[in-house]
């Protein structure tokens, strides 16, 4: 679970500087997955680089619905953000996150 708060940080803190913060919180509200127990989940965490998310295994089902998630949020930014998957790209996130934008 770490990992992918990890890749929701650094997606947030390369997509705030091109969007305005509110809309970048959106977006992330827009796009997630009709999951209850993403409901834990706090867009607001992914501002904060100290904090710590329990560290626990997910299921695959779950890693999935994550990646989807980052998945859509990118998805939908490059509707007003066009260069944004060469931007994360640029800042190491893993291009297994970027591959369904490219599929």
Known sequence: ????????????????????KMLVTNYWLLTRPRESWLAKIQVAQFYNPTFKPPDQLLAEREAATLQQWICDF??????????????????????QLLWALVG
């Open 1 to 20: 679970m770490s990992e992918y708060y990890h890749y929701f940080r650094k997606i947030t803190e390369v997509t705030t500087p091109h969007l305005d």
């Open 74 to 95: 990118i998805q939908h930014c490059c509707r007003i953000l066009p260069s944004l998957p060469r931007l994360l790209l640029a800042a190491n996130i893993p291009c």
